[in-house]
């Protein structure tokens, strides 16, 4: 026999609607602390050492395509220099555009640019920065990790940023993860 | 009548109506926005205040660098489900990828609750009920299932609390909560790592040492029924972590009672709980470590009386009942390389329990069991996304038997027996997936081999995660299992077979809703039963299981915590033993013996101070059968006892810094909660204790106050 469909009035869906009303409410901030990576990559700049020709001037920092980082990237120019150097935020759509940049920041959505920025930049004093785990295996400078229990680390490919004429020092060695 | 179980599995088609022109719904509407409202407000302050600290935010030392979180600064919440955990896997995984069903509580959640005991903690957990077996001692059920008997691992600090004469663990007034840092629960199989006492769950207590305590801890709890006291105990801890050399000392003791209702047998005999159920704690550990070397000691005499014996009622005084029980552990974890890891360890321990003198109707038992256990474990890390684990156990059992006249099956007053084992274990972590997989083979001299393989799937991805799992455990026969199986029978390990699937979302930062369901098929269990000459024996025999669902919403803020969970367990379509069952008495056979069908648990804290905390919390239990009475021809008689709510209250208050002075009342209904037993075994339900006043303090001395800085 067919079963007589059960009616179940809006106070169970009034009790529904105010959970999900109240756990939806915040889902804006599950998002990525690009404030925490933008830290990183400050002391990227400062513990990295360029050859005496980039030592000059502006240091360019270079994001490629859109990411929300850009907005704590440039709150970082704003607020900070490089060994008295300005920090100037540069958006760049192609690898062209990153020539003449100190450092290159590749997003997760831009990760597989990363081998073309590799060999076109080879024996240029670039830093390759990747967002996604694992670039560093594929030829950027250093790459992020989230470890077990939400910790940001990073990995480091020295040969790599041997070959763009950079130095890193020891005490920023010490905090990544070598990879060769 | 729409049930639960209707709506979860959809045998009713549902309508929902939502009349717009009512009134009702705008009271909705608004209740919604004013639940939304404070949560924006609280974001947008955060914002600015770390618009102002800009500057000092760059200038973080490279060493806090090291502190820094991918999402941010995390809250109580991320917390917890980001918590590394090792009890499923070995290597350690935040809840989330960990390879089991898990629930966590920690140390805060114990004292905000005003938990008197491990079953006020454990009976918050879905999936964890408790039922009473013979003689006063209440033990532990998981996903509807009898787990007392050897099918439910108890760890503290790692050592294995289990009794191996019959496997069985109890509960009531028992470890030390007030000395507890967190509590790992798998609700799932845990044999392809722990062995034969992990079939269906595995309870991992890991207590506050050195590092944690640096200082002094004491306090007490004083609890007061309806028609006596309930808690009386008191407990002291002492330990600090100096350079590479860390120590404790901890010692918990009191008197409680199971309850202070009447019981009344059968044939209805009665008689006063109160002074006639004393359940007396009395639990001392100490450890020492120096780098990768650990010595730790734990004695654990728990003392009981009791007169409900088998379920007759015993005429005369209570009969003591103990359990008795020293634990000894050696371990050395050495760390050749970074990757390697290896840890030989070495246990002894050695077990009086069920220890009691003749009363009507039972002969004296006192037999010591003891277990010297060897284990190498090695773990390698081939990178960061692929870990081996490898390892192997070898351990003798020996027990005695102390009564003159009283002998094993082998004619003498000892015995012993002999089990090696292996396992191991692969975890490799990719983008899409983590795939674990493992196993453990048993070999024991007497009953044979037992190998259990298992297989899991987990990832999360942002927000979203699942965990796909497949296992397959056993439950090792103990001691008296052996010695109480027929020769002809030759009794054999129970497997068990256990599917699982869990999803999780995050909903935003502070909320996570998961649900989870299971399916487990016991094949052969060993059942106790008596043969022809009405001895007691134990034999393989049918089969046993549950399947259901499980699922658990968490709600934290700073000021406002709030969690409900739901569990539903059905016994249809499963194989049944009918002493384990409620076949002979009902066509459903989708309901379970002693276990409710349907559990709620529900718990709002309210935090007004970041000094006080107000904790509301219930546990609803559906209908449970039970035997109640024997009818003309003495047979047992089931019966199908009401819905009950539990209803907690409990003020915490920190008046100055180490102090907390805690005020609760437990029960406030007054249901008087009882304990079933989940067999046919002409034990009516055991009362539990009636409305009770709680009254907690606790204190901490600390020796050097901790660094409170937080990196931003």
Redesign the interface.
């Known amino acids: 026999m067919r079963?007589k469909?059960?009616?179940?009035?809006?106070?169970?869906?009034?009790i529904a609607?105010?959970?999900l009303?109240?756990?939806?409410?915040?889902?804006?901030?599950?998002?990525?602390?690009y404030?925490?990576?933008t830290?990183?990559i400050?002391?990227f700049m400062k513990?990295v050492e360029w050859p005496e020709a980039q030592s000059k001037g502006d240091f360019i920092l270079a994001v490629m395509g859109d990411s929300p980082i850009n907005k704590e990237l440039q709150?970082?120019a704003s607020?900070?220099k490089i060994k008295g150097r300005n920090i100037v935020l540069r958006k760049c759509a192609t690898v062209e555009d990153t020539y003449g940049c100190h450092l290159v920041f590749v997003p997760n959505s831009k990760s597989a640019m990363v081998k073309t920025l590799k060999d076109q930049t080879k024996d240029k004093p670039v830093l390759i920065v990747g967002e996604r785990e694992g670039l560093a295996k594929k030829g950027a400078s250093l790459s992020?990790?989230?470890e077990?229990?939400?910790?940001?680390?990073f990995d480091i490919n020295k040969k790599e940023i041997e070959q763009h004429q950079l130095k890193i020092s020891g005490?920023?060695v010490s905090?990544g993860?070598l990879i060769n | 009548m729409v049930t639960l179980e209707d709506i979860f599995f959809c045998k009713t088609k549902f309508i929902f109506t939502f009349p717009l022109v009512s009134k009702e719904p705008l009271i909705v509407i608004v209740l919604a926005i004013l639940v939304c409202l404070p949560w924006k407000m609280v974001s947008q302050t955060d914002s600015t205040a770390a618009k102002k600290d800009t500057i000092d935010f760059y200038d973080m030392s490279l060493e806090q660098l090291l502190k820094m979180r991918a999402h941010g600064v995390p809250n109580e919440l991320e917390k917890l489900i980001n918590s590394l955990i090792s009890v499923a896997s070995k290597k350690p995984l935040n809840t989330r990828e960990s390879p089991s069903i898990i629930s966590l509580i920690t140390a805060d959640d114990i004292l905000k609750s005003g938990a008197r005991d491990l079953i006020d903690v454990l009976r918050t957990i879905p999936g964890l009920d408790f039922g009473v077996d013979v003689e006063g001692v209440v033990g532990v059920g998981i996903r509807g299932n009898w787990a007392h008997e050897g099918k439910m691992l108890l760890l503290v600090d790692g050592l294995e609390m289990n009794e191996i004469l019959f496997g069985t663990t109890q509960f009531g007034n028992h470890y030390p909560l007030d000395l507890i840092k967190r509590i790992e629960v798998i609700r799932g199989p845990g044999s392809a790592i722990y062995g034969g006492f992990a079939e269906y769950g595995v309870i991992n207590i890991i207590t506050k040492q050195g590092e944690d305590l640096n200082g002094i801890s004491t306090g007490g709890i004083y609890g007061q029924g309806q028609n006596d006291y309930l808690h009386r105990n008191a407990y002291f801890a002492i330990g600090n972590k100096v350079n590479d050399f860390e120590y404790s000392f901890m010692g918990h003791m009191g008197d409680g009672q199971r309850s202070d209702q009447d019981y009344t047998d059968f044939y209805d005999s009665t008689y006063n709980m109160a002074r006639n159920s004393n359940i007396k704690p009395n639990y001392f550990s100490a450890s020492l470590k120096y780098k990768g070397l650990s010595y730790r000691w734990i004695g654990d005499y728990y003392n009981t009386s009791m007169k409900d014996g088998y379920g007759d009622v015993v005429p005369g005084i209570a009969v003591q009942e103990t359990f008795r029980s020293t634990f000894h552990e050696l371990k050395y974890v050495i760390n050749p390389n970074k990757k390697l890891s290896i840890t030989p360890r070495f246990t002894f321990k050695s077990q009086t329990p069920w220890s009691s003198k003749s009363y009507t109707g039972k002969e004296a038992y006192n037999r010591t069991a003891t277990r010297a256990l060897g284990n190498l474990t090695a773990s390698y890390n081939l990178n960061r996304y692929v870990n081996f684990v490898l390892g192997a156990e070898y351990y003798q059992d020996k027990a005695m038997d102390h009564e003159d006249s009283s002998y094993f099956s082998n004619g003498k007053q000892e015995v012993s027996y002999n089990n090696y084992a292996f396992f191991t274990q692969g975890l490799i972590k990719t983008r899409p997936v983590n795939f674990i997989v493992g196993a453990r083979y048993d070999k024991h001299n007497v009953y044979g081999d037992a190998f259990v393989p298992r297989v899991g799937l987990t990832k999360k991805y942002g927000a979203f995660h699942f965990k796909a799992l497949y296992s397959n455990s056993f439950r090792a026969p103990s001691i008296e299992n052996v010695n109480g199986s027929p020769d002809s029978l030759n009794i054999k390990p129970e497997l068990t077979k256990v599917a699982e699937l869990e999803l999780g979302y995050k909903l935003g930062r502070r909320s996570i809703i998961s649900v989870n369901l299971f399916d487990i098929t016991t094949n052969d269990p060993i059942v106790y039963k008596t043969d022809s000459n009405n001895a007691d024996i134990y034999v393989n025999e049918g089969g046993s299981g549950t399947k259901g669902v499980e699922a658990e919403y968490k709600l934290r803020f700073k000021k406002v915590n709030f969690s409900v969970n739901y569990a539903f367990y059905t016994a249809a379509n499963k194989k049944q033993i009918t002493d384990y069952s409620i076949s002979n008495a009902s066509s459903d056979t989708s309901a379970l013996l002693a276990f409710a069908k349907h559990r709620v648990n529900f718990s709002a804290i309210w935090n007004p101070t970041e000094k006080l905390s107000i904790n509301l919390n219930a546990s609803l239990y559906g209908s449970r059968w039970a035997y109640t009475s024997v009818d003309s021809t003495d047979t047992s008689a089931l019966e199908e006892l009401p819905s009950t709510v539990l209803l907690n209250l409990f003020i915490n208050w920190e008046p100055v810094d180490g102090l907390n002075i805690g005020l609760g009342c437990y029960d406030i209904l007054n249901q008087k909660f009882n304990f079933i037993q989940p067999y046919n075994g002409y034990h009516p339900p055991l009362p539990g204790p009636s409305r009770e006043i709680v009254f907690k303090l606790q204190y901490n001395l600390r020796f050097k106050a901790k660094n409170r800085k937080v990196v931003k």
């Open positions: 079963k469909p059960v009616i179940v009035n809006y106070k169970a869906t009034a609607l105010l959970l009303c109240g756990s939806f409410n915040s889902a804006k901030a599950q998002e990525t602390d404030k925490a990576y830290l990183f400050y002391n513990y709150a970082l607020a900070k992020f990790v989230t077990e229990g939400d910790e940001l680390k005490q920023l905090l993860t």
